[in-house]
């Protein structure tokens, strides 16, 4: 290759390695390497990304010329390190015992960690209202921008507000990417992904305050956030999909796939990219020939996520168990909860392919299954800490993602209740067969 390699080239690259040095960094938290960088700040860890992040954006935009996105990125750049900053700070003050008030401790930190979050958002809202006065168009109730080069699409967002940055100079390509990100800013995802991040957040502070750092616990734990919100950005990106092809009907592929020919060289979603794969699935033509909301989804996604919580759940029950019997417990649980959710997403198929109607193919059959089940399988877990409330919040919650996928709280309910008993049936069935292991007490 004559190709000469530019800057972005390698900033590009850096962006996956930093991602895997993340991963390792947490995942070995219970290890003597973890131990020690987990003696480093955790915002060191978060400058580098963000330092990278600012320097890939300014050199593209600047490549484009574009001052007024340079300015709009600069300030997305300073919020962010303003929100992280605030957010390590707290953390700190909480691990370090300052804001431990008895049983109230953990308490106070998350309703502390609220306001501070609610306070960022509003200033957020603010100071974007006044930076970006006259620029662009505001369109459905938030900010729209075209670029004009580089065919894609992009929806951002701290706070309440959304900003939409769009490009490309077919009409038809271009409608197809408006109409994509019209459904994130309309549905306001970027606060939704912010709100997930937060919890998130939360839930590891309390982890590192409680002493479960080191310990299985904690890498369990980070592992399944981490897949869980893969999977959260997945689900938001193929309803975005399924908005499309409800504007724009059969000739939404087709776009699509100019749009790829365009952008990546390629005409099939399976050979784009391997980030645009992970973040918006390799079977987005199975959406955008169909309209189904859920059917682009990989068959083991949400086993895979539900096995993952359910997980993190049960360890921290047992994780007092010596570490030799661990090692082999944890293997063979995830193994358990995995083939208990794929085996209720196999026997529920029939029912559900009755109650959620001709709108969904085969794909989006099992994946509506697999949805449920990997949502009973945690429940399941949760009994340790929650009880019998763990099988309402799942109820509750599963509710509302069928209304979502359905589009009908009646349908959405009567599917709940009707996989519910399957549930009940097929878990009574296994706790039979499993005798109960009572772990180790903390002395």
Known sequence: MNSKRGVTWYLDRLFPILLVVGAVIYVSGYTTLGQLLMEVPIVAYYVPGLVLAAARLYLSIKKTENRILSALFGGVFLTSVFWIGATWLLGELYIGGLLDVGDLGDFLYVAISVLVYLSLMKVVDIVYSRRLAGVGRVDGGYLHVERGVAYGGFTFGLGTKSFVLIGGEDPAVLEMIRLHEEY????????????????????????????????????????????????????????????????????????????????????????????????????????LTTGDPIGAHWRLEFPLAGALASLS???????????DIIYITLPAAFAGFLAFSISLAYVAKPLIRRLAGPAFTDRGVFNLGALSSSVYTTAAAATVALGPWSHALASAFLAYAMRHYLNSWRRGVALTAAVYPVYLALNTAINLLIPEINPPQPV
């Open 184 to 287: 994130h800013a309309k549905n306001r995802h970027p606060m939704k992904l912010q709100l997930y991040l937060l919890a998130a957040l939360l839930l590891t502070g309390i982890m590192i305050r409680h002493g479960l750092w080191n310990t299985p616990v904690y890498p369990t734990a980070v592992l399944a956030l981490a897949v869980g919100f893969l999977v959260f950005i997945r689900a938001l990106e193929t309803a975005a999909d399924a908005y499309t092809w409800r504007a724009l009907g059969p000739a939404a592929y087709e776009r699509f796939k100019t749009f790829l020919k365009l952008r990546y060289g390629v005409e099939e979603p399976w050979r784009a990219p391997l980030w645009s794969r992970l973040t918006h699935t390799s079977r987005r033509d199975v959406t």
């Open 313 to 323: 759940i049960i360890t921290c029950k047992y994780y007092l168990l010596p570490q």
